[in-house]
């Protein structure tokens, strides 16, 4: 059973081994600079479209960031909000990002608990992003209740923005599958016993990286019908989906109470919207 204090500590040994691995894993180093400005290329692909599909002009506006890591796209956000509440589980992640952004007035380093935005009062924000965090909690339930968390602490007609995991098919052969499986496996408490190290003695032993196993790597693939009745349910309304039956699978929309004019109220009416060619 995975809970917030496993997340925690798998994290901060993340961030304690190399944070800036671990947040962007497409490169194996990075400098500080190349980093940041990876934050800021993806600000400008990403979010930027995204914001303007909706009408959003982040000027004055308060946005929470889930899962910011040590910041790599917090110092963006900060170029252009009033205020930034940067969020993560990890307490050495937060460590580290608030000391690389000494000079960011504009952001609050916050830690949670990796389960809810208790520390967040309804409808305090005005945006709300995640990237490259749902992915890594290691049930669908957990994804599915951060996701109502999102909307809930949005102001009426604030906007949303996450990526999750939906692909299902398998990304390595039975081989792989069955070794990572094992390190997973064995990371996972047996009768509150802990096999951990068996599990990084295995991963050394076929030369794998230990730390890229277990539930809080590896974690949720979600259904996307899921994803929008979790939206619609918890009154959001979805003005776009990106990257269908992928790892980068983007949804964005609003709260509503300022729906944009002809949204669709309904999943359902969402995706009989789509082409055949783009429904998931």
């Not at 925690?8 to 961030?15: F, G, I, K, N, P």
């Not at 930027?48 to 909706?54: D, F, I, R, T, V």
């Not at 790597?217 to 918890?234: H, M, Q």
């Amino acid at each position: 059973m995975i809970n917030d204090s496993t997340m925690r500590r798998e994290w901060d040994e993340r961030a304690k081994k190399d944070a800036f691995y671990y947040i962007a894993s497409w490169q194996k180093s990075w400098d500080s600079g190349q980093f940041f400005e990876s934050g800021e290329r993806d600000y400008q692909s990403l979010v930027a479209p995204a914001l303007s599909s909706l009408h959003f002009e982040p000027g004055d506006k308060a946005m929470l960031e889930i899962g910011c890591g040590i910041g790599r796209m917090t110092r963006s956000f900060a170029r252009r909000f009033a205020s930034v509440y940067a969020l993560d589980v990890s307490i050495e992640m937060l460590r580290q990002g608030s000391a690389l952004h000494s000079d960011g007035a504009r952001v609050l380093w916050i830690n949670g608990n990796g389960a809810d935005l208790a520390f967040f009062k309804s409808e305090s924000m005005d945006f709300v992003f995640s990237y490259l965090v749902l992915q890594h909690l290691p049930t669908e339930i957990l994804a599915c209740h951060c996701i109502r968390e999102m909307i809930r602490v949005l102001k009426p007609g604030g906007a949303f923005q996450f990526q999750f995991n939906c692909r299902r098919q398998a990304t390595m052969n039975w081989k792989g599958r069955l070794v990572w499986g094992a390190l997973d496996w064995l990371r996972e408490p047996i009768f509150g016993i802990s096999l951990e190290r068996a599990s990084h003695r295995l991963a050394s032993l076929f030369g794998l990286d230990p730390l890229a196993a277990g539930k809080t790597w590896r974690g949720a693939i979600l259904d996307v019908r899921e994803v929008l009745e979790t939206v619609w349910r918890s009154d959001g309304a979805v003005q776009g989906v990106t990257g269908w039956g992928t790892t980068m699978t983007w949804c964005y929309g609003y709260k509503s109470g300022n729906r944009v004019a002809g949204a669709p109220d309904k999943p359902n009416q969402w995706l009989t919207g789509l082409s055949a060619k783009d429904r998931p």
